[in-house]
């Protein structure tokens, strides 16, 4: 099971990222998955979830109206457009599927001027 994140990187707050998330070792289209993130010294804070067919998404009051998780199951992947970035959404960024307990190896996000 791999899950890999891309697209992070520094961006000026109020900027655009769009993050992605490829899977590989097992059935995607059947797992839920979720996007989190962690700063030094903190715990990982669920961010972001999308269903099975992603008919239905689920986000933390943090980042509602702001964030937006997708998904395309025929290309095994996962996505987070992240708008209106603001300085506290600065973190490593974590995709996981929740069913099986595995996490990608992050990607790191910052807003800064």
């Known amino acids: 099971v791999q899950l890999v994140e891309a697209g992070g990187g520094l961006v000026q707050p109020w900027g655009s990222l769009r993050l992605s998330c490829a899977a590989s070792?097992?059935?995607?289209?059947?797992?839920?998955i979720s996007w989190y993130r962690q700063t030094p010294g903190k715990q990982r804070d669920w961010v972001a979830q999308?269903?099975?067919?992603?008919?239905?998404?689920f986000y933390s009051d943090s980042v509602k109206g702001r964030f937006t998780i997708s998904r395309v199951n025929a290309e095994n992947s996962v996505y987070l457009q992240m708008n209106n970035l603001k300085p506290e959404d600065t973190a490593v960024y974590f995709c996981?599927?929740?069913?099986?307990?595995?996490w990608g190896q992050g990607t790191q996000v910052t807003a800064s001027s």
């Open positions: 996981y599927a929740p069913g099986l307990g595995y």
């Open positions: 070792g097992f059935t995607f289209s059947t797992y839920a």
């Open positions: 999308i269903t099975i067919s992603g008919g239905s998404t």
